[in-house]
T-cell receptor, first 110, second 114 residues
Framework: TQLLEQSPQFLSIQEGENLTVYCNSSSVFSSLQWYRQEPGEGPVLLVTVVTGGEVKKLKRLTFQFGDARKDSSLHITAAQPGDTGLYLCAGAKGYSTLTFGKGTMLLVSP | NAGVMQNPRHLVRRRGQEARLRCSPMKGHSHVYWYRQLPEEGLKFMVYLQKENIIDESGMPKERFSAEFPKEGPSILRIQQVVRGDSAAYFC????????????FGPGTRLTVT
């Protein structure tokens, strides 16, 4: 059973376009993390959200945690080729162990 | 570089050999987690350790796999008698006691079993 569903699985866009990727679950999480992973490397933590309805901005990236803490979205404005990578969401229940979605592979072409 | 360190980055083992993967957590972090990433699958939790203690090993296969985090030195993930199905990327993450869910990952060890 995949607890965290990410959509779309793959997204190919042109530089300058906006995009939103989603992370959905039927379970409630105490916190949710977004990571970006490049080929051959480990995931890099982008943001942590812990409060239902919370919105965090990181330059051109906007992260939102759903009111019920079951889902999250990542919006990128004016995407750049450097944004290319695998975007992973991960939810924590309780103290520590993370459950990961399978990710959204983003390709931004010049 | 105060990030999470893993070595080796690449490891090739023949079926039946042992694999030892090492992880040094980020400076100031005392909590270590191991995850496995298989092709076409997401990252899967394996084990959570603190110094000299295994806190949660619910994701670890019951046989051939073991992990430790000694008082001194890196955390070790050991796979005995490797099989081809063990081929995967193994990632270590660390966190501090205040924000356990905020985990920082190392670059991973790519294990290939031939």
């Amino acid at each position: 059973t995949q607890l965290l569903e990410q959509s779309p699985q793959f997204l190919s866009i042109q530089e300058g376009e906006n995009l939103t990727v989603y992370c959905n679950s039927s379970s409630v999480f105490s916190s949710l993390q977004w990571y970006r992973q490049e080929p051959g490397e480990g995931p890099v933590l982008l943001v942590t959200v812990v409060t239902g309805g919370e919105v965090k901005k990181l330059k051109r990236l906007t992260f939102q945690f759903g009111d019920a803490r079951k889902d999250s979205s990542l919006h990128i404005t004016a995407a750049q080729p450097g944004d290319t990578g695998l975007y992973l969401c991960a939810g924590a229940k309780g103290y520590s162990t993370l459950t990961f979605g399978k990710g959204t592979m983003l390709l931004v072409s010049p | 570089n105060a990030g999470v360190m893993q070595n080796p980055r690449h490891l090739v083992r023949r079926r039946g050999q042992e694999a030892r993967l090492r992880c040094s957590p980020m400076k100031g972090h005392s909590h270590v987690y191991w995850y496995r990433q298989l092709p076409e699958e997401g990252l899967k939790f394996m084990v959570y350790l603190q110094k000299e203690n295994i806190i949660d090993e619910s994701g670890m296969p019951k046989e051939r796999f073991s992990a430790e985090f000694p008082k001194e030195g890196p955390s070790i993930l050991r796979i005995q008698q490797v099989v081809r199905g063990d081929s995967a990327a193994y990632f270590c993450a660390s966190s501090n006691a205040g924000t356990l869910y905020e985990q920082y990952f190392g670059p991973g060890t790519r294990l290939t079993v031939t």
